[in-house]
């Protein structure tokens, strides 16, 4: 089975909103204007949702920031760009919300993610929810919370006593949040950037051991194994819609093959090149006792 793995792809727009006062609202939107508009060009995003359409995937799984401030405008486009790839992949379909999701309180009480994607929202009260595709046990969870300035995600003692629960059933081979809980070389999540309880979804990682746990946030692909959970591959899709000089940062997805059981064969790294086309690289998978 193939999976296709793409996040990351922060789709924008300028404007003020009625919550325009709100300290990571106003410094957003000053960082979108002065940097961050330049580095994620809005073609370069439909460029990639279209490349990712045409890919030849069994499934396709996206863990989040489809936004960038959570403004309804940026929410209407993601499900344009989205609505073409529910159609062919259907249920085989599977999306969480990232941290630019839930950019601030009012957005979040808005419900626009909700709205845009009903097919990827949690259950009333929920932030873990569960889907077979095609035979695998996908496990989501939404750890994205809105912090006046910073950008953490949070793993608090109720979302991990759900996670907790709904791992102890068994048989999840596929483990899907938006942040990491390890880096490349073992180094350490910024503070103002990291999740919040990343030690403790390591040990439940460890201790559930699902074969694959795939997230973002940090623009930048890569596969590593950490020692806390040796059995766990993580794999890191990086931007879907970023420029980058750098190939493991610029606009791309990986594809996963995958056994029956969950296990992964092989990586394909995958960005645009200049012209469009999609370059291909393998990605290599660390041994178990490894950790690069």
């Known amino acids: 089975m193939r999976i296709l793995h793409f996040g990351d792809i922060h789709f924008w727009q300028l404007g003020l909103d009625a919550d325009f006062y709100y300290p990571k609202r106003v410094l957003g939107t000053a960082n979108l204007w002065l940097r961050r508009r330049h580095r994620f060009p809005p073609q370069l995003a439909r460029d990639a949702a279209a490349a990712v359409l045409a890919e030849a995937a069994d499934a396709v799984i996206f863990s989040g920031d489809m936004s960038t401030m959570s403004r309804e405008q940026e929410f209407a486009e993601a499900a344009r760009a989205f609505a073409p790839?529910?159609?062919?992949?259907?249920?085989?379909?599977?999306?969480?919300?990232?941290?630019?999701?839930r950019y601030t309180p009012r957005s979040v009480r808005l419900g626009g993610y909700e709205r845009?994607?009903?097919?990827?929202?949690?259950?009333?009260?929920?932030?873990?929810?569960?889907?077979?595709?095609?035979?695998?046990r996908v496990v989501g969870f939404d750890a994205s919370r809105p912090y006046?300035?910073?950008s953490n995600g949070l793993l608090d003692q109720a979302l991990e006593d759900e996670l907790d629960g709904v791992l102890a059933a068994g048989g999840t081979q596929v483990l899907v949040g938006h942040f990491p809980f390890a880096y490349p070389g073992g180094a350490e999540g910024k503070w103002d950037h990291k999740l919040l309880g990343d030690e403790r979804l390591a040990a439940l990682v460890g201790r559930h051991r699902p074969p694959?746990?795939?997230?973002?946030?940090?623009?930048?692909?890569?596969?590593?194994?950490?020692?806390?959970?040796?059995?766990?591959?993580?794999?890191n899709c990086g931007p879907a819609g970023m420029a980058s000089p750098d190939p493991a940062k610029h606009a791309g997805w990986v594809l996963i093959e995958v056994g029956?059981?969950?296990?992964?064969?092989?990586l394909t790294a995958c960005h645009l090149g200049a012209g469009g086309e999609v370059l291909r690289a393998p990605l290599a998978i660390p041994e178990r006792s490894s950790n690069p």
Do not use: Q, S
């Open 85 to 101: 790839m529910v159609e062919k992949w259907g249920e085989r379909f599977f999306a969480i919300p990232g941290n630019h999701d």
């Open 116 to 136: 845009h994607f009903p097919y990827a929202a949690f259950g009333a009260g929920e932030r873990v929810r569960t889907a077979d595709l095609g035979g695998l």
């Open 212 to 235: 694959l746990y795939l997230h973002g946030h940090k623009h930048h692909r890569w596969a590593l194994r950490d020692p806390r959970a040796p059995e766990t591959l993580c794999v």
């Open 260 to 266: 029956a059981d969950g296990t992964p064969a092989a």
């Open 148 to 150: 006046r300035v910073r």
